[in-house]
């Protein structure tokens, strides 16, 4: 086979204690998956069904406990962090149960889902795509997977995200609103579920700006963490 242009590489992130790589595929999100936090956007926390948006493959970069530095990106001057719990899918499917949406999970990592949140406003007022808000190169740092394997059950866990050592974000992966469970079966309804598959789960409160050199420190409880530093 030859192509016409290079290939777009394959974006990949490392497993806790193993030698292999997990490869990105798709990137979903959750909107609105904590009450504190849709109330701090201005919505009505009730259990409507999820929603989600994408981002492209070249979000996801590698973050963990060494620090990486990722560009403030263009366009923006409210360029937002959410602390996330991330999961990454290892077999696909469609219409999966809830009951048995777990045995699709590879694993599980801690992860930002950054946000040009003026871009992201201006689209949601006019009733417009989001993409230019959420979808842009490096907006997903996330550490290495913790194998879903070695975990066991891991339905309850802090989330928290500091900014230059101050409290940012402070919470429980327990709060979601829709589990991870709940959000693979609802995807899966919709759309086929593919190994490589990336589903980041929705932020707890707390969101809100950072400013070249800012530096941020996000962790999970048994995920270990990420430290990510705002460049130019
Ligand atoms: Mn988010």
């Given amino acids: 086979m030859e192509y016409a242009v290079s290939p777009a590489p394959i974006h990949t992130l490392a497993i806790a204690d193993r030698p292999e790589t997990f ?37 996801a970069v590698q973050a963990g406990e060494v620090e990486i530095s990722i560009p403030y990106p263009p366009g923006t001057a409210n360029f937002h962090h959410e602390i996330e719990l991330v999961v990454a899918i290892g077999k696909g499917g469609a219409d999966i149960p809830v009951g048995r949406a777990l ?8 992860g930002l889902d950054m946000t040009r949140r003026d871009l992201q406003l201006e689209a949601r007022d006019k009733g417009r795509p989001w993409e230019f808000g959420k979808s842009f190169p490096k907006s997903a740092p996330i550490g290495r997977i913790h194998r879903a394997a070695d975990l066991g059950v891991f339905s309850s866990a802090a989330i928290t995200l500091t900014v230059n050592g ?62 990510v530093r705002v460049g130019q």
């Fill in 23 to 59: 490869p990105v595929n798709r990137v979903f999100c959750v909107g609105r998956n904590y009450a504190a936090h849709a109330r701090e956007m201005g919505k009505d926390p009730e259990r409507d069904p999820p929603f989600f948006f994408m981002k492209p493959a070249n979000a």
């Fill in 103 to 110: 045995e699709h999970v590879y694993g599980y990592a801690v």
């Fill in 166 to 227: 101050q409290p940012r974000q402070s919470s429980d992966i327990s709060k979601l609103i829709w589990s991870v469970a709940e959000s693979i079966a609802y995807l899966s309804r919709y759309d086929t579920l593919e190994a490589g598959d990336i589903i980041m789960t929705g932020t707890p409160e707390g969101v809100n700006s950072v400013q070249a050199g800012d530096v941020m420190r996000g962790a999970i409880d048994r995920l270990g963490g990420i430290v």
